[in-house]
């Protein structure tokens, strides 16, 4: 069964190795994930496969988000990728925080984030020189009422 769920300290090294996978130039260490499982409990999501038992539970992808609409992040396993698994914990935040606006970054070099943004509706609003360090983000952001793609 798939289904979505709060982050445990359980889920930790599975979220590890998603994020090494996801973003290998910059990714977030152990106590980052700790910070953010403190400053956002309630949202900050799994995505996961427990098909096959609860021991062998499966994390396939998370988002951590604020209240207010910040993506903080946002990754899928690599080979979980384009089934649809993104759409999904976006869907569900936006849904569950009834959000009218949501934006998040995301590196000029990442084009497979921005068409998946793109596809959920989302434009590009601005660009923050070096954000990155040596890259530059764009902002990207979904304002309810002006689209018709999610
Ligand atoms: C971006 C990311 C989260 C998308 O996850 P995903 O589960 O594969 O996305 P979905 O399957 O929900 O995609 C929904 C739609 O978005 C678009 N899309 C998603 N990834 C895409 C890609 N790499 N290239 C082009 N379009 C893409 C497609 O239209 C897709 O629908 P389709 O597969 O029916 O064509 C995933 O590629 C990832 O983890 N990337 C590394 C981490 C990252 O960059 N995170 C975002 C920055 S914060």
Excluded: C
Excluded at 32 to 38: A, D, K, P, R
Excluded at 70 to 98: C, F, N, W
Excluded at 114 to 141: C, H, W
């Amino acid at each position: 069964m798939l289904m979505i769920q709060p982050f445990s300290l359980s889920d930790l090294e599975s979220i590890l190795q998603i994020e090494n996978q996801s973003f290998p130039k910059s990714p977030y260490d152990w106590i980052t994930f700790l910070n953010l499982h403190y400053l956002y409990r309630e949202t900050f999501w799994v995505y996961i496969n427990t098909s096959h038992g609860q021991k062998e539970e499966k994390i396939l992808g998370y988002i951590i988000f604020s209240q207010d609409g910040h993506i903080i992040s946002i990754a899928v396993h690599p080979h979980h990728r384009r089934k649809g698994i993104a759409k999904e914990l976006l869907q569900r935040a936006m849904k569950a925080s009834h959000l009218q606006r949501v934006w998040a970054e995301v590196r000029t070099s990442n084009q497979g984030a921005q068409a998946f943004y793109s596809k959920m509706g989302f434009r590009v609003t601005g660009m923050v020189p070096n954000y990155y360090g040596n890259e530059d983000a764009l902002i990207i952001q979904w304002i309810s009422g002006t689209d018709d793609s999610y």
